[in-house]
């Protein structure tokens, strides 16, 4: 029954997507605001829909509905609920549907909430987030129904989403008995929310293209959009950032390398529109304060759109080989063709615009040093890093193979070689550009804002010598990222001893004010000083990583920077809830003679696993300085007496996780609402007279 | 007040000029720019290409003895040698067909193939990876060296049915037997 439940109503929600595109278009021109209005419902109902079919599948996974392929191929019952859950993203079509869903929550709330301050926008708004909602729900239901299920008729296996006449489902207690389980590599938290943070990312950015697609459309070509859209903009960039920095995460606990990002084209694919997005919203802020920029900012968001299409497809059809990539599926061509066929459209909607003079700026460039300046160089590097990313992961693969017969791929070396001095320029503008003012400025200016925060980095890198980290190249590259962090961090520290000075406010009450007076700015410096953060936390446990191997006797010790590990013992055969069998080692940390935790690396078995049956898993003490990584390796079966380990000591790994942390209170100081003449509600713009609310 | 002609036009030529100076440097900044990062580009392309090629073409000799490529293959799985004490580890893979719908069928052929080309990959200071089976699809960089082997800089495996599972229909039957 749930199949039947979750069949219908994901198609009903396709229908519902056509309907909605189609109303909303007969609406917008053939001036009749009953379909508009109609359209709108029906947006509602498409999540409504999806809503079904979404909590269908949960349902069946958390209840253990195994006539279910998809149930049956992700989940068993030994597995706990928290994996029956994460389940529902744990392979191609059921993360397709929930993505999907997401797409239809995006649409119905963008929509709810712009419908009256933007109501010339939503006509076409609806028609573009419902041709994609609709696109892709139709492409999850032709080529990986997630409620098909299977049938045993004699000998022979029948698929289909309704049983077919003379055929007999298998009995209940045979599936469960075969279920497969969900990937023991998916069973971590990083994936448990990694995913729906990439995908809230990912599909964020539908709503500011929808917006701009429809300024284009409708040739409402103010700053309109980038207002009603700005909001929706923030929250998807950091959650990509955040979906990025946890998918580092997952593969730093489960893959066991030591590291956390490898280049990997998947991961570069979630890097790109994360990349563009942030020249996005960097420069929608000069089109809000000088309306320049205009055609670049619609070609920076069709772009990041088209990235995140793209993303999406290079992940999923099977077109790089990645470890994290779904199977090769027959997704993959029209997925191809959609991304084709959206991006082209945006671009001729743009050129059409552009030559009949739409998108004219307001004000030229004037000088070279002022900060409209300093935001399109800025922009300039963020698409330069974007073109080697993509250049290097999917440009000189598929052009090689396209035109030269034959395949070349680009390593990790290249992307250590191309990007570290694009970076250090970004670090090196995050630092002076705040410094800038609008339309003209002058070095002396900047110059003198300079002073403190660039003692401050001095400061910084005598600590780092200090500390041991004694390359000069990386000693330059703690300085350039240090400034960036100390400009943000000492403007801060002069606005509020201005408010001090003037208001007798205290420190955090100086703060709270110039946050809700300013959050764009104040918002800004704290995702710096997040971005900051992290930066270093890159450069110290990538340059500075330590690593040996021992084989130890019970007792045992061995030695790595200043730490002492004990092998103190092994449980064997440990079984956990989900059934999996650990055997795990006992090792003590020890530092000067004093003992700071006690570690237990393992070796998980998974005996209903027929392809990867054994996972090892990590152990680490962490601390801010560093990471003490602990792999066990192998183990004397029978006497448990030797065991073999790596171990790695990655220093200031752990501010690549807090600084995301930074990044996120920086995004919610950044999204509290500014009271400004063009948003107060005494100018919000009311609807058309004859398109309004009422007249339906 | 001077309001002659001349007057006037004397400020407008300036701003004229002054916009026309500031026009060059942006001309000349987006110059030096565009070519630093070509420079970067082509430099770390030229360092970093690995030709993906088929074990068939790195024996035919068609690459040079000691030239970093990309290969894969299929894991013969009982070649896998580890040594999880100096963490040496040798397996050898089959040439296979990349072409194809149907990755597991492809690694099953070439492991059978008995007239498949076949070569042994050796990688030192390599924790043995999960996924390292019989079967798996491994593709490698690395190098051919003077002595014959292939010496492996990283490895990254696929299991076939860790992503195309069997139908539940085809795995209650072969619990019963019937096959």
């Not at chain 1, 389980?181 to 500011?208: A, C, E, K, S």
């Not at chain 1, 923030?234 to 920095?245: N, R």
């Not at chain 1, 670049?296 to 470890?323: K, Y």
């Not at chain 1, 007076?517 to 995702?527: A, D, E, I, Q, S």
Request: net charge neutral; aromatic share 12%; hydrophobic share 50%.
């Amino acid at each position: 029954m749930l199949a039947e439940v979750g069949f219908i109503s994901t198609w009903l929600s396709i229908a519902l997507a056509v309907y909605a595109a189609a109303a909303a278009a007969i609406g917008h021109y053939r001036r009749q605001p009953a379909w508009t209005h109609s359209a709108r419902n029906a947006v509602f109902l498409v999540f409504g829909a999806l809503s079904v079919s979404v909590g269908t599948l949960l349902v069946a996974l958390i209840t253990e509905q195994y006539q279910l392929a998809y149930v049956w191929s992700v989940s068993n019952p030994s597995m706990p609920m928290v994996y029956r859950v994460t389940a529902l993203w744990g392979s191609q079509a059921g993360s397709l549907l929930f993505w999907c869903w997401m797409m239809s929550a995006f649409s119905a709330l963008s929509v709810a909430t712009n419908w009256r301050s933007n109501y010339r926008l939503m006509p076409h708004v609806i028609i573009f987030q419902m041709v994609l909602t609709g696109f892709f729900t139709l492409l999850l239901m032709g080529v990986e129904n997630p409620f098909a299920r299977y049938w045993v008729a004699g000998a022979d296996v029948l698929q289909s989403a309704l049983q077919p006449a003379g055929t007999a489902a298998p009995a209940l207690d045979a599936l469960s008995s075969t279920a497969k389980g969900l990937n023991p590599l998916l069973r971590h938290f990083g994936m448990v929310i990694h995913p729906p943070l990439l995908y809230l990312g990912f599909v964020g950015f539908l709503v500011p293209c929808a917006f701009a697609f429809a300024a284009l459309a409708t040739g409402d070509l103010s700053t309109q959009w980038i207002k009603a859209s700005r909001r929706w903009s923030l929250v998807a960039w950091v959650f990509l950032g955040l979906g990025l920095v946890l998918g580092g995460r997952w593969a730093y606990d489960v893959l066991g390398w030591g590291g956390y990002w490898g280049w990997d084209p998947v991961e570069n694919a979630a890097f790109l529109p994360w990349l563009i997005g942030t020249a996005y919203l960097h420069s929608i802020m000069i089109q809000e304060k000088r309306g320049m920029f205009k055609t670049w900012n619609m070609a920076l968001i069709v772009a990041t759109f088209s990235a995140v299409i793209f993303g999406t497809f290079a992940t999923r059809s099977g077109l790089v080989e990645s470890v994290h990539s779904f199977a090769r599926s027959d997704i993959g061509f029209p997925m191809l063709a959609m991304w084709f066929s959206v991006t082209f459209t945006l671009i001729v909607l743009i050129v059409w615009r552009q030559n009949a003079g739409h998108l004219r700026d307001d004000h030229p460039m004037t000088g070279i040093l002022s900060r409209e300046s300093l935001f399109l160089l800025n922009n300039f590097i963020f698409i330069a890093l974007f073109i080697a990313v993509f250049w290097g992961s999917f440009g000189a693969p598929i052009l090689s193979e396209q035109f030269f017969d034959t395949k070349i791929t680009l390593g990790a070396e290249y992307f250590l070689n191309v990007t570290p001095p694009l970076f250090l320029a970004l670090f090196v503008l995050m630092g002076v550009a705040p410094l800038a003012g609008w339309g003209v400025s002058a070095w002396r200016r900047i110059g003198q804002g300079l002073i403190v925060p660039l003692l401050l980095s001095i400061a910084t890198v005598i600590g780092f010598v200090l500390l041991g980290h004694r390359t000069p190249i990386t000693l330059v590259g703690y300085g350039i990222v240090a400034l960036a962090g100390w400009v943000a961090a000492y403007e801060t520290y002069r606005a509020v001893r201005a408010r001090q000075f003037n208001l007798g406010e205290g420190v955090l009450t100086a703060l709270g004010a110039l946050a809700r007076r300013n959050p764009r700015r104040y918002g800004g410096y704290l995702t710096h000083i997040g971005v900051v953060i992290i930066g270093i936390g890159i450069i110290g446990s990538t340059a500075y990583q330590r690593e040996t191997q021992a084989t130890l006797p019970v007792g045992g010790e061995v030695s790595l920077d200043g730490y002492t590990l004990r092998y103190a013992g092994f449980e064997g055969g440990q079984i956990a809830e989900d059934g999996r069998i650990m055997d795990i080692a006992i090792v003590e940390v020890y530092r000067g003679g004093q003992l700071l935790s006690t570690l237990r690396p393992r070796r998980d078995f998974f005996p209903q696993q027929t392809d990867m049956n054994s996972m090892t898993i990590a152990a680490a003490h962490s601390t801010l300085e560093n990471d003490v990584y602990l792999l066990l390796l192998d183990w004397d079966e029978i006497s448990q007496d030797n065991a073999t380990f790596k171990v790695y000591i990655n220093p200031l790994i752990n501010l690549v996780w807090w600084g995301a942390l930074v990044l996120i209170a920086g995004m919610a100081v950044g999204l509290y609402p500014t009271v400004t003449p063009e948003t107060s509600p005494r100018r919000t713009v009311k609807p058309v007279s004859g398109l309004a609310e009422g007249s339906a | 007040m001077d309001w002659t002609k001349e007057s006037i036009q004397q400020p407008t030529a300036k701003l004229k000029a002054q916009g026309n100076r500031e026009r060059i440097k942006f001309a000349v900044g987006g110059l030096l720019l565009v070519s630093a990062v070509a420079f970067l580009l082509v430099s770390g392309t030229l360092g970093g290409v690995r030709f993906f090629i088929t074990i068939d073409e790195l024996l035919s000799g068609a690459h040079p003895v000691g030239e970093t490529v990309r290969i894969t293959g299929a894991v013969i799985g009982e070649s896998i040698q580890y040594d999880p004490q100096t963490l040496d580890l040798s397996f050898t893979i089959a040439h296979m067909s990349v072409d194809t719908p149907d990755l597991a069928r492809a690694l099953h052929e070439a492991v059978l193939d008995p007239n498949a080309p076949r070569l042994t990959v050796y990688m030192t200071n390599q924790v043995k990876p999960d996924l390292l089976r019989n079967e798996a699809q491994a593709i490698l960089t690395g190098s051919l060296q003077a002595d014959g082997r292939f010496y492996g800089d990283s490895v990254l495996l696929k299991c076939p049915s860790r992503f195309d599972d069997p139908h539940p229909g085809e795995a209650v039957l072969a619990a019963e037997g019937n096959p």
